[in-house]
Each structure stands twice: as C-alpha cells, then as structure tokens.
C-alpha cells in the first residue's frame, strides 16, 4: 500500500501546477452509485439472515441513504466541483455499512435482553444531521483560509471542549462525555477538528521560528528552550486529559496530532523523536498509577486472563472470539455472535461485528476504505497551496488516521483498548457529525488546490506559499 | 512542506497496514484456535444448533431433541427411559458436557466427524441443516429391562455379555438417575445436577457402578483360583484336595472356615465350587502363590483399564503377602473388580477359554446411512485350554444344578453360575455385596449371554444375603430375556 501511494505522490506534483483538471464530478456520482447500493444490499443480506424476508424499512432506508447521498452530490458539484471525488463515496459506504451493522445488531435477542432499544433510527437521524452539516460547510465555508482568522479563538474552544467533561459524571469509567438536557455529547469529537485548525494557524506563523532557531547536539537539531514551551503545554493537558478523564484515546489522538503537524510545519526529526519520548514518558507514568489504564494494558497483553481467572467472559476476549470466528470469508451478514459481546457492541466494538460477520475480507476492505481516505486527505494536502491549508488537511488526514488505529488496533488487542469510536460506522451521534464535517473541511481544501485557475486571493499567505513551493 | 507530507504519507499507510497485519493473525492465524477455544460460546451454540444424532438400541433411538425456548443454544438432548440407559448413554448436557458414549461419538452425533466430511458439504450446497449421524449400540433391550426391573430399588450393577462375540448385552447400575433432567442450560437444570451430585445424595445415583465402580468379588473369584489350579497342572477337577477344614492362614494364627456344613474337608474342585468352600480356594491360592495368582488373573484382564469404548476402570490383584494373597483367593482380600470383569471371567469360561474383547459399540451410521465404522469382534486371549474351560463349565453347572446357585436354574436350558458373597466394612460389620456370575448354555451348544450381577447392600439379615438370594433372580431374568428373544 505505501509504494503504491509513493508512486502515486510523485505523480501528484504535477497536481500543484495549476491547468485544465478533470473535476471528476461523474466519477464520484458513478461511485456514489455504488456507495449506496453495497449498504442497500447489505440490509437486505440482514433482514433475509435473520428474519427470512427482506426488511421492510428497505425501500426507505435505500431512497434516505440515497437521496442523502444525491443531495451531498449536488452540493459538491454546485460549491466545490474540483474536490476529491473519493471522498464524499468512501464516506458514505461507511456510514451506509455502519448504519446496517447497527440495524443487525438491534436485530440481536442478547441486547435486547440487555436493555438496549433500537438505535438504528437515531443513527440514521443523525447521519442525516452529519450530511447537513457537511452541506452547511460546503455552502458557508467560501475558503478553507477563513479558518486561520479564528487560531485563537479555536484553541480556547477546544480547551473548553476537552476540559468540560470533567465536570460531568463518568460514565463507563470514562469522563469523555457532557450531558445537556438527556443528550449526550462527546466534545472530544469536535475538538478534534478544532485544534487542528488552531495547530495549523499557529504553527503556520511559528514554523520558521521552530524549524531555523535550534542547537546541534549529538548530530540532532534541538529546539531551544523557549519553542519547546507550546509542546510541553500540549504534553501535559494530554496528560491532565489521561489522569482525570481516564481517556486514553483523546489523549493519545491530540498529542499525536500536535506531533505530526509540528513535524509537517517545521521539517525537523528531532520534533518526532521528541514527541514520541515524551509520550511514552507520559504513557509509562500515567500507567504506573493508574487503575483504570493498567487493567486495559493487562487486557492487552492477554485478553483471555480474566477468562482463566474467573470464568467470567469480559469484552476483549468477547472480541477476540468474534474476530477469530470470523475466519477469512465471515459468518454472513446476521449470522454471526458478535452480540455476545455485550455492552458497547454497536459502538466501540463495532468492528468486531465486521471481523465475525465479513471476516478477514470485510476488515481488510473496510480497512483499505479507511487507509484510502485517510490518503485521499494527505493527497490534498500535497496538492494544496497555502501552509494553512496543507497543515490543516494533514493534521485532520492523521487525526482520521489515528483515530481508526487506536479504535480498530484497541479492538483487535494491537494496543491498549481506548474509548473511542470508529468514525463513520460506530453508534454516537457525535463522532458521526463531526466526521462529516471534517470530510467536508478536507473538500472544501482539495475544491481549492485543484481549481484550475486559481483566483487572486488576497491573503498574504500567497508569497509564502511560493517560497515554501518544494 | 511536501517532504514531510509525504513520510506522513507513509506513516498513515503503515498504521493501517499494521492493522491488516493484525487482522489477518488473529482471523487467520490464529482463527481456528479462538473459533474452536471450548470457552467461546459459539461453539456451544453450534453444537446445539441442530438435532443431534441418536443413540440406537434394537433399530430404534433411545435418545431424541427437542427445541429449547429463551436460549440461544436451539436444541437439548432429550432420553426415553434415560435412568435405564443412563449408564449406556452418559449424558450430553448443555450446562455440563457431555460423557461416555455421548461424549466418545461426540464428533458422530453432532456431525463434525472428519468422517462426515462428504455429508457435511453436500448439506452446505443443497442449503441444509448439518446433520448427525448414529451411534448403533449392542445392547439388548429386552436385557437391559429385565436386568434394570429386576434391581427394582436395590443398588448395584449388573453385566451381561454375549461369550462369543464381546457385544455388551446389558448394563445396569442402579440407582440411576434421567440424564434428561439436566440436559438443558436453566436453573432447573442446575437444580437437578446439583441434586445428583455425590455430596447431596449419598446414593451416588451418577456413579456408573458396572464400569467404574470396583468391589470384592467374593466367592466369585473362586472361579479365576479354580481356572488358575487347573491351569497350573497341580489340580484337575474331580481330585481330591488335602484340605483340612477349618484351614489356618499361612504365618498366622487366624483358622478359615466354611459357610454352613458341607463336605469341605479335603474337597476336590467341583465339589468346593459346588459348595463355595473356602479352605479350598484359600489353600490353592496359597500353593500357586502371588505371583501366579498375579499372572492367571491378568489373564481374565485383571490389572488393566478396559475401553468398551467407554473407559471401565481397572480391576486388581495386587502383590501382597501369603495370608492375604491365601484370602484374596477367594475374594476377600485386596483384590477388587468392576462388574464387567466378572462379566468377562463368566463370559470366558462360558467360550471355551477364548476371552472377547467387551464392547458396546455396533456401528457408526452417517445420516446417509452409510456405514462410518464398524466393530468387529476380537478375541482378547485365551484365559484357559478348552480342556480346562470346559472342566471350569462342569464345576460352574454343578453349582446351578444342585449347590448355592439353584435359583438361577432355567427349564431346558444349561445354566452355569457361581455366587458370591463380599464382606466389607471395618470388621465386616456393613452389610455384605452379593454377587452372582453366570452362563446361560441353549441345547444347540451356543452360549448366547453370561452376566455378573453385583447387589451392594440391600435392607435384609446378613445371613439372608448370599448372593444366590439377591443376585441370582436378576441374571436369571437377564438371562431368560436373552433366551427369550433367540426363540
């Protein structure tokens, strides 16, 4: 995958050049096609497992995904035509297949024993708000470089964000979620996207600070001591973020974040050698007094131990038999037991309904959807013009990135299991809605970077960019 | 800019080739071991996800499944008269496994054979249900109700054994209890084990007493001492033995002697059978020595662990000194057995000598109807000469026709038995175990059954108990259940 995607970036120079591209809009309407018949199919496969007939929400689940779907396309075509045409297709196969694994697990006796209603219908209600808050975007967002006015002013609303459920009750042993009025929300989802555009718009005016100011020491350039001051800052709430929300996968999805833009920005190793020192410095630190962290990185040394101990099955080893039953072709749509894995089983452990159901096929092909958007984004980073917009479109590209790691690698029992919640197909309302405004920030970038005659914008990025043109 | 974004790239890329990488060792590589890991529940739900094969007696099963409602395991093992045939069968519980023939033929029954392959896909194409296949047992219905009606509430086991070809006609252990009970998943279920176990039922009701239970054989071992002095040359049948009566110990001061007053006193080995004498036996015992005695009983398959093929413990004669090894010539020492070993001593004898292999298991049948596997029948060694068996035959015939055996006498047909009667407990004070061995001989010269019958402890006087009162009508009528369905 990665020498393919080499190739492909040396091809990608000629897309910085501006000329006569294709924009591609049919092939996204031809792939969309696709994008919403597989989930139509899908729900069928479902409904004709587990009842013996075919659903009778099909014909409304098809026109609702489609007309969605219809609708996105339309927008994109009348407000950004250049944009990536595989974005918008590969996000709605994944929200399409998340909304019908959904259904298939609210089919399930085992979780309706457990309490758990139908959450199908509120999903798809807020996809429906996900894909208007893509439209809102793509309609308002004239430029993606209005978003560095706001730098500041974001920072302060992601700290908020990240800061707020601390106030509010664990729920689950984890304090990632604040509750107005019978809602939940998990603002760590938002926040995301925020501080990338606060990342970006800062590192954007510091980069030559941080990147020509440093010290040579054992063939590494170091920072000096006052540029490490924002890294440190950012260090520590993720720490703070670790030791009093006992959230492991926000804290992990920011530092990394802030690492991979810094990196980006200034071009320098040592920032990743550092980064990655102080994590695990933090990591080792915060496990060694932690209950919460260290019974998840015992479940991830050998998820079976509770198992052998007390007979009792927890969630990771629940998820390991459902991957392993799985096998290579899956069980069928419906057919399988990923229910037993109790609570969580249509959010966190989502994937573990694809591993059993769709097998070792179905994981790698969602993979690859994921892996493919993911470098959809980073192609339109390559491609952009300004700073702002190649660190934005990067930092959001690696944040989806990481966010599918630690969600799907937690699952599997790769790394240590985090809360969070596999973008586009896990139940939550949240993270559904922010994604989609992130794959609309990411169109709106690429709409830009590809347009064929670029207008005279009157940012003052416009020299920059040309001396940062490699 | 565009260097960095390209090792970021990079990065992205191996961060999900490190998850495919993973997914494919744990849906791959290590697939089969986590779908076949017994403490996955999908297993269970397979294995109970559709009816299972059943367990044949006579042509017809005497097992079944129904379906189960509130429980994702579809369907449980169901019994027809399950406390007769419980120590056949075993049980195949979807709280607690299953055991013996449900659990040998496990991969039968529930149609994962390796075997059933063929039928296996075929199902898989044409879109049905996986199906079990049978298990076709030896057993003899008529036998088996006889043997288990005769036991009525006593407690004990009962054998019985076709001589000429090992099948297993009959086996009995009471009390028993319905595997049914306990074939589901439910707190009922629960209840019903819980009561059957050893610590809340004194009765042991689950202990399978004709395979894995051993007792001392009593007088019934005579026969073994008496097919070892034939055996040894030092002894023939109607000689007379220089046996005082009472009979003192060897390096002890402790006299044996004889039930009742009979003519024991030097008596030959028809005539000590005949009147179950043991200053006898004791005395031959002593003679041929441990070691012989060792070597004579291993030869009736003493000392080993039989698979029938449900796995029946081992019985013993172990090394000891002369005056128990002296006692253990007639059973009442440290020398102990199953009542299938008394079974094959009887069924041995009855043969001439040639000593089958015991078994229970017929056929393996595919849903198909194909035959898997087939037991066919195997001679375990030759515990005497002809000679000396038919010698053994004449003693045992005598018992029946005029000594301690008359009650398992038949009209018409040739009988050959030997009672017995075990002392236990610490100076004897328990109620002793009766014992009953025999044969039964048809006027065309075949030896259809031959049955050990074992009575722990019934409530009547200890003098009353001799195994020809207690044990004796349970192999009659096991017998005549045999007879009857040759006619």
């Known amino acids: 995958m990665s020498t393919s995607h080499a190739t492909g970036n040396t091809g990608s120079n000629t897309t910085i050049s501006p000329g006569g591209l294709p924009s591609r809009r049919n092939t996204e309407l031809a792939m969309l096609v696709f994008a919403v018949l597989i989930p139509v199919f899908a729900y069928a496969n479902v409904g004709l497992a587990v009842n013996g007939e075919m659903p009778a929400g099909m014909l409304g689940y098809g026109l609702g995904l489609g007309l969605m779907a219809g609708v996105a396309h339309l927008v994109v075509r009348r407000f950004a035509p250049y944009a990536d045409p595989l974005m918008l297709p590969i996000a709605t196969l994944l929200n399409g297949l998340g909304l019908v694994l959904i259904w298939r697990l609210d089919q399930s006796e085992r979780l309706a024993l457990r309490g758990e209603g139908a959450a199908a219908p509120n999903q798809l209600m807020w996809s429906a708000l996900g894909i208007a808050l893509f439209l809102a975007v793509l309609v308002f967002l004239k430029d993606h470089r209005i978003l560095q006015r706001y730098t500041y002013i974001s920072m302060v609303v992601a700290l908020v964000l990240l800061i707020l459920p601390m106030f509010f009750p664990a729920v689950y042993g984890a304090k990632i979620w604040i509750t107005i009025g019978g809602m939940s929300i998990q603002p760590g989802e938002f926040a995301k996207i925020i501080i990338a555009v606060f990342f970006a718009g800062y590192l954007m005016v510091k980069r030559d600070a941080l990147a020509l100011a440093s010290r040579r020491f054992l063939g590494l350039y170091l920072p000096r001591g006052r540029d490490l001051g924002p890294i440190l800052v950012i260090w520590a709430l993720s720490v703070l973020i670790l030791v009093f929300e006992t959230d492991l996968g926000t804290s992990l999805l920011f530092f990394g974040l802030f690492v991979v833009m810094l990196y980006v920005a200034t071009e320098r190793t040592s920032w990743i050698l550092f980064g990655l020192t102080l994590a695990v410095v933090g990591a080792v630190a915060v496990a060694s007094f932690e209950p919460h962290v260290q019974s998840r990185v015992q479940d991830w040394l050998d998820p079976f131990h509770t198992v052998r101990e007390t007979g009792d099955v927890n969630q990771p080893a629940a998820a390991m038999w459902a991957f392993g039953s799985g096998g290579i072709l899956g069980a069928g749509l419906g057919q399988g037991h990923s229910d037993l894995i109790g609570f969580a089983a249509k959010s966190d452990y989502i994937f573990a309904t694809v591993g059993e159901e769709l097998g070792l096929t179905g994981v790698m092909a ?75 920030i990411l169109l709106k970038i690429s709409d830009t970077a590809r347009r064929p005659a670029p207008a005279p914008a009157p940012s003052p990025d416009v020299e920059m960019t040309q001396v940062v043109r490699s | 800019m565009n260097k960095p974004l390209r090792r970021i790239a990079i990065f992205c890329g191996l961060l999900m080739v490190a998850l495919m990488v993973r997914s494919n060792w744990i849906q791959f590589a290590q697939g089969d071991e986590l779908r076949n890991d017994p403490k996955n529940r999908r297993v269970a739900i397979e294995r109970y996800g559709q009816p299972r094969g059943n367990i044949i007696v006579d042509g017809k099963a005497i097992t079944g499944s129904k379906e189960t409602e509130g429980t994702d395991f579809k369907y449980k093992r169901t019994y027809k008269n399950g406390e007769m045939w419980a120590p056949v069968t075993g049980y195949a519980s979807q709280a607690y496994g299953a055991t013996q023939l449900e659990s040998i033929y496990d991969g039968i029954l529930t149609g994962d054979d390796d075997r059933l392959f063929f039928n296996r896909t075929i199902d898989m194409f044409t879109g049905k249900d996986q199906k079990g296949g049978n298990v076709v047992t030896t057993l003899d219905a008529d036998v088996q109700k006889a043997g288990f009606e005769a036991m009525g509430d006593k407690k004990g086991a009962a054998v019985a054994i076709n001589p000429e070809t090992g099948a297993i006609l009959g086996l009995v252990s009471t ?124 030869r009736f398959g003493f000392n080993q662990e039989h698979f029938v093929p449900v796995r029946a413990v081992e019985s013993v004669y172990p090394e000891d000194n002369r005056p128990q090894n002296a006692m253990a ?75 301690t055996g008359t009650p398992a006498q038949i009209d018409g047909v040739t009988v050959g038995g030997k009672t017995g009667t075990a002392q236990h407990g610490e100076n004897n004070e328990k109620n002793p175990y009766a014992w009953f061995i025999s044969y039964a001989k048809t006027s065309d010269g075949s030896t259809p059954i031959a049955v050990a019958v074992v009575i722990e402890s019934a409530d009547v006087l200890r003098d009353d108990i001799a195994g020809s009162k207690l044990a004796a009508p349970v192999a009659k009528a096991m017998m005549e259940a045999a007879l009857d369905g040759r006619r």
């Open chain 2, 175 to 298: 009390p028993s209890y319905d595997p049914s009970s306990f074939a589901g998943n439910s707190s009922k279920d629960v209840k019903a084990w819980s009561r059957l176990q050893k610590e809340n039922n004194e009765d042991e009701p689950m202990l399978n007493r004709a395979l894995r239970q051993t007792y001392p054989p009593g007088s019934t071992f005579k026969v073994v001492t008496a097919a070892a002095a034939l055996e040894s040359g030092m002894y023939d049948i109607d000689e007379k033995t220089d046996t005082p009566d009472p009979y003192r110990l060897p390096q002890s001061t402790t006299d044996l002697g004889n039930d009742g007053n009979h003519p024991c006193e030097n008596a030959s080995l028809r005539v000590a059978m005949q009147w179950s004498c043991n200053t006898v036996f004791a005395k031959i015992s002593d003679e041929l020595g441990n070691e012989k005695m060792i070597e004579y009983s291993e």
């Open chain 2, 329 to 403: 010539g007639i059973g009442q020492a440290s020398n102990r057995a199953t009542p299938l070993q008394m079974a094959m001593v009887a069924a041995a004898v009855a043969n001439d000598g040639k000593m089958m292999e015991p078994y229970m298991m017929d056929q393996l049948v595919a849903p198909s109807l194909n035959v898997v596997e087939e037991h066919k029948p195997r001679e375990l060694g030759e515990v005497a000469s002809a000679e000396n068996a038919q010698k053994l035959q004449q003693m045992m015939e005598t018992v029946v026709e005029k000594g």
């Open chain 1, 366 to 440: 969602i993979l690859l959807l994921y892996g493919l958007l993911v470098e959809r984004g980073i192609r339109t980073a390559l491609a952009a013009r300004d700073p702002f917009g190649k660190l934005l479109a990067v930092g959001l590209s690696a944040a989806f990135a990481i966010q599918v790691f630690v969600v799907a690698g937690g699952v599997m029992a790769l790394i240590p299991l985090t809360g969070m919640t596999m973008p586009f197909m896990a139940q939550g309302g949240s993270s559904v809605i922010a994604n989609w405004a992130l794959v609309a």
